[in-house]
């Protein structure tokens, strides 16, 4: 049973921090995991993708320059290091994984197969 846990979401005032993690369970090896979010009527945003190595990694223009994901693969777990938070980053984060090999494309949230329950991240002016 697939399961992808997230935590660390909160509310937070324009330009503070939070960072991400979601666990992985029942995955084996190490695939290629995303960050989306969410903001209600609107369709999944991709905001970062990362390889299984961690070497590869991708980002939203939105979120260039102030985002990280990395991850532990000792620990199952990928990360989403916030930085500069701005009130247009107010979601629902949510963590996803792929199957196997690569997705065909970072940020189409068809390409993914599992995915978590989601966080909420609230950012105030």
């Known amino acids: 049973q697939v399961q992808l846990v997230e935590a660390g979401g909160g509310s937070v005032q324009a330009g503070g921090t939070l960072r991400l993690s979601c666990l992985v369970y029942g995955i084996t090896g190490h695939p290629y995991m995303a960050w989306f979010r969410q903001t209600p009527g609107k369709d999944h945003e991709g905001v970062a993708t990362i390889g299984p190595s961690g070497v590869y990694t991708s980002y939203a223009n939105s979120v260039k320059g102030r985002f990280t994901i990395s991850r532990d693969n000792a620990k199952d777990t990928v990360y989403l290091q916030m930085n500069s938070l701005k009130p247009e980053d107010t979601a629902m984060y949510y963590c996803?994984?792929?199957?196997?090999?690569?997705?065909?494309?970072?940020?189409?949230?068809?390409?993914?197969?599992?995915w978590g329950q989601g966080t909420q991240v609230t950012v105030s002016s």
């Open positions: 996803a994984a792929l199957r196997l090999g690569a997705p065909l494309s970072d940020f189409l949230p068809t390409n993914w197969n599992y």
